[in-house]
T-cell receptor, first 113, second 115 residues
């Protein structure tokens, strides 16, 4: 089965700095990689995703890169703000058919004002 | 559109008791998933329903856990009898496959504490 490793587990940055979270996956059949943000006491919400036929995707201050050969993908947050503080989960799955999502362990991001 | 709802939001029970968690997926979503996050660890897959059928229950930890999905609508997850290690946050998610997306929408979770 799929195995997703995520690091770091905690990350503190100063407001305005960039934050990078990295994940690796093991199953070469995985082709869809969503990122979820979970604020304290709230549900995990999809913030960005990328498919294996794309190397990079950007949405305002958030970007995700994918290296399919090396089986790793990263989340980049630029110009961080206090409201970016949350736990971020990377995930991988094979979107062909009905498949379960395998999550990383989560990264607790703290943006210091 | 209503999101995925879970009930209860919190539950504290004693070891050996029974607890039933409920999940109402987004209307029309065939796929329903249960996940669990134990403190500080990853969100782990428990099982997957397609409509009323169990598609994959490989993540269910043992036979103390029983999941059902009545008529392909809401789902329940029963833990009987509960053990201390069952404590954690139980998430439900639902999705509907589309060509352009495979997004799973999550509920807010049920925090289960077994004492």
């Amino acid at each position: 089965g799929e195995n997703v490793e995520q690091h770091p587990s905690t990350l503190s940055v100063q407001e305005g700095d960039s934050a990078v979270i990295k994940c690796t996956y093991s199953d070469s059949a995985s082709n869809y990689f969503p990122w979820y943000k979970q604020e304290l006491g709230k549900r995990p919400q999809l913030i960005i995703d990328i498919r294996s036929n794309v190397g990079e995707k950007k949405d305002q201050r958030i970007a995700v890169t994918l290296n399919k050969t090396a089986k790793h993908f990263s989340l980049h947050i630029t110009e961080t703000q206090p409201e970016d503080s949350a736990v971020y989960f990377c995930a991988a799955l094979n979107s062909g058919g009905y498949q379960k999502v395998t999550f990383g362990i989560g990264t607790k991001l703290q943006v210091i004002p | 559109e209503a999101g995925v709802t879970q009930f209860p939001s919190h539950s504290v029970i004693e070891k050996g008791q029974t607890v039933t968690l409920r999940c109402d997926p987004i209307s029309g979503h065939d796929n329903l998933y249960w996940y669990r996050r134990v403190m500080g660890k990853e969100i782990k897959f428990l099982l997957h329903f397609v409509k009323e059928s169990k598609q994959d229950e490989s993540g269910m930890p043992n036979n103390r856990f029983l999941a059902e999905r009545t008529g392909g609508t809401y789902s329940t997850l029963k833990v009987q009898p509960a053990e201390l290690e069952d404590s954690g946050v139980y998430f439900c998610a639902s999705s509907q496959e589309r060509e352009d997306r495979t997004e799973a929408f999550f509920g807010q979770g049920t925090r289960l504490t077994v004492v």
